[in-house]
Protein backbone atom coordinates (compact mmCIF):
# COMPACT_ATOMS: atom_id res chain seq x y z
CA UNK A 1 0.00 0.00 0.00
CA UNK A 2 2.66 2.76 -0.68
CA UNK A 3 1.66 6.23 -0.56
CA UNK A 4 -1.50 5.06 2.11
CA UNK A 5 -1.33 7.63 4.91
CA UNK A 6 -2.27 5.96 8.54
CA UNK A 7 -2.29 9.04 10.33
CA UNK A 8 -3.51 12.43 8.84
CA UNK A 9 -2.61 15.77 10.22
CA UNK A 10 -5.21 18.54 11.40
CA UNK A 11 -5.11 22.07 12.87
CA UNK A 12 -8.42 22.66 14.92
CA UNK A 13 -10.54 25.85 14.30
CA UNK A 14 -10.03 27.55 17.62
CA UNK A 15 -8.09 25.02 19.62
CA UNK A 16 -7.70 22.83 22.99
CA UNK A 17 -6.28 25.12 26.02
CA UNK A 18 -4.65 23.17 28.69
CA UNK A 19 -4.98 24.01 32.39
CA UNK A 20 -2.06 25.98 31.70
CA UNK A 21 -3.22 28.71 29.25
CA UNK A 22 -1.47 26.95 26.20
CA UNK A 23 -3.39 26.40 22.84
CA UNK A 24 -2.78 23.26 21.14
CA UNK A 25 -4.22 23.26 17.65
CA UNK A 26 -2.08 20.55 15.55
CA UNK A 27 -2.29 17.22 15.66
CA UNK A 28 -2.60 13.93 13.89
CA UNK A 29 -5.31 11.53 13.82
CA UNK A 30 -4.88 7.84 12.66
CA UNK A 31 -6.95 5.61 10.90
CA UNK A 32 -9.53 3.42 13.43
CA UNK A 33 -9.41 -0.17 13.43
CA UNK A 34 -12.33 -2.48 13.73
CA UNK A 35 -11.60 -3.09 17.62
CA UNK A 36 -11.49 0.58 18.28
CA UNK A 37 -15.16 0.86 17.22
CA UNK A 38 -16.18 -2.54 18.45
CA UNK A 39 -14.42 -3.00 22.19
CA UNK A 40 -15.58 0.39 23.25
CA UNK A 41 -19.57 -0.57 22.68
CA UNK A 42 -19.22 -2.23 26.02
CA UNK A 43 -17.87 0.74 27.39
CA UNK A 44 -20.20 1.39 30.77
CA UNK A 45 -20.05 5.00 29.95
CA UNK A 46 -21.60 4.92 26.22
CA UNK A 47 -24.25 2.13 27.85
CA UNK A 48 -25.47 5.14 29.62
CA UNK A 49 -24.81 7.88 27.20
CA UNK A 50 -24.10 6.79 23.61
CA UNK A 51 -23.05 9.70 22.37
CA UNK A 52 -19.81 9.66 24.79
CA UNK A 53 -18.45 7.11 22.05
CA UNK A 54 -16.92 9.66 19.98
CA UNK A 55 -15.10 10.73 22.98
CA UNK A 56 -13.40 7.51 23.71
CA UNK A 57 -12.93 6.88 19.93
CA UNK A 58 -11.34 10.39 19.39
CA UNK A 59 -9.27 9.53 22.66
CA UNK A 60 -8.44 6.33 21.05
CA UNK A 61 -6.94 8.13 17.52
CA UNK A 62 -6.03 11.38 17.94
CA UNK A 63 -2.31 10.49 18.33
CA UNK A 64 -0.96 13.91 19.12
CA UNK A 65 -2.33 17.34 19.69
CA UNK A 66 -0.09 19.89 20.33
CA UNK A 67 2.80 19.82 22.98
CA UNK A 68 0.32 17.59 25.03
CA UNK A 69 2.12 14.07 26.42
CA UNK A 70 -1.07 12.39 25.77
CA UNK A 71 -4.53 12.46 24.10
CA UNK A 72 -7.34 11.08 26.53
CA UNK A 73 -10.94 11.38 27.62
CA UNK A 74 -10.34 14.62 29.75
CA UNK A 75 -8.99 16.34 26.94
CA UNK A 76 -11.70 15.30 24.89
CA UNK A 77 -14.47 16.24 26.83
CA UNK A 78 -12.98 19.95 27.33
CA UNK A 79 -12.69 20.46 23.02
CA UNK A 80 -14.57 23.21 22.24
CA UNK A 81 -17.60 22.13 20.89
CA UNK A 82 -16.28 23.30 16.98
CA UNK A 83 -13.65 21.48 17.35
CA UNK A 84 -15.19 18.49 18.51
CA UNK A 85 -17.52 18.41 15.61
CA UNK A 86 -14.11 19.23 13.36
CA UNK A 87 -12.84 16.24 14.21
CA UNK A 88 -15.87 13.93 14.39
CA UNK A 89 -16.22 14.97 10.47
CA UNK A 90 -12.55 14.21 10.06
CA UNK A 91 -13.19 10.84 11.67
CA UNK A 92 -15.79 10.18 8.97
CA UNK A 93 -13.80 11.25 6.29
CA UNK A 94 -10.58 9.76 6.78
CA UNK A 95 -12.30 6.11 7.79
CA UNK A 96 -14.36 6.67 4.78
CA UNK A 97 -17.81 6.70 7.17
CA UNK A 98 -18.96 10.01 4.99
CA UNK A 99 -23.05 9.89 4.28
CA UNK A 100 -23.15 7.97 0.52
CA UNK A 101 -23.71 10.47 -2.14
CA UNK A 102 -27.07 10.37 -4.24
CA UNK A 103 -25.91 8.90 -7.79
CA UNK A 104 -27.06 9.49 -11.04
CA UNK A 105 -26.81 6.79 -14.06
CA UNK A 106 -24.65 8.24 -17.01
CA UNK A 107 -26.93 6.08 -19.43
CA UNK A 108 -30.46 7.16 -18.55
CA UNK A 109 -29.95 9.87 -16.36
CA UNK A 110 -31.93 8.02 -13.13
CA UNK A 111 -30.97 8.28 -9.83
CA UNK A 112 -29.62 5.46 -8.41
CA UNK A 113 -29.53 4.54 -4.91
CA UNK A 114 -26.42 5.48 -2.88
CA UNK A 115 -24.20 3.15 -1.53
CA UNK A 116 -22.41 3.51 2.09
CA UNK A 117 -18.93 2.43 2.71
CA UNK A 118 -18.91 -1.88 3.27
CA UNK A 119 -20.40 -3.00 6.72
CA UNK A 120 -21.36 1.10 7.15
CA UNK A 121 -20.93 2.02 10.19
CA UNK A 122 -22.99 4.24 12.92
CA UNK A 123 -20.22 4.77 15.40
CA UNK A 124 -20.09 8.59 14.52
CA UNK A 125 -23.46 9.09 13.14
CA UNK A 126 -23.99 12.80 11.67
CA UNK A 127 -27.29 13.16 13.10
CA UNK A 128 -25.65 15.58 16.17
CA UNK A 129 -26.12 12.72 18.62
CA UNK A 130 -22.13 13.48 18.98
CA UNK A 131 -23.50 16.89 20.70
CA UNK A 132 -22.55 17.16 24.91
CA UNK A 133 -25.67 16.56 26.93
CA UNK A 134 -25.90 18.59 29.48
CA UNK A 135 -26.03 15.79 31.22
CA UNK A 136 -23.04 14.59 30.18
CA UNK A 137 -20.80 16.11 32.66
CA UNK A 138 -22.13 14.70 35.40
CA UNK A 139 -22.04 11.19 34.25
CA UNK A 140 -18.52 12.04 32.82
CA UNK A 141 -16.01 9.73 35.08
CA UNK A 142 -13.97 13.36 34.78
CA UNK A 143 -10.73 14.27 33.32
CA UNK A 144 -7.77 11.71 33.34
CA UNK A 145 -4.92 14.57 32.17
CA UNK A 146 -2.51 15.03 34.74
Known amino acids: MTGFAVEHDFVLPKGYVDRAGTLH ?15 LLEDPRVARLPAYLIVLLLARVVTRLG ?12 LF ?16 LDPPQERICPHCGGRLAAEGPPGGSSATPSNGSARRSPISDAMSTGPTES
Open 67 to 78: ALEEVNTGVVER
Open 25 to 39: REGKMRLATAADEIL
Open 81 to 96: AEDLAYLQAMYNRINA
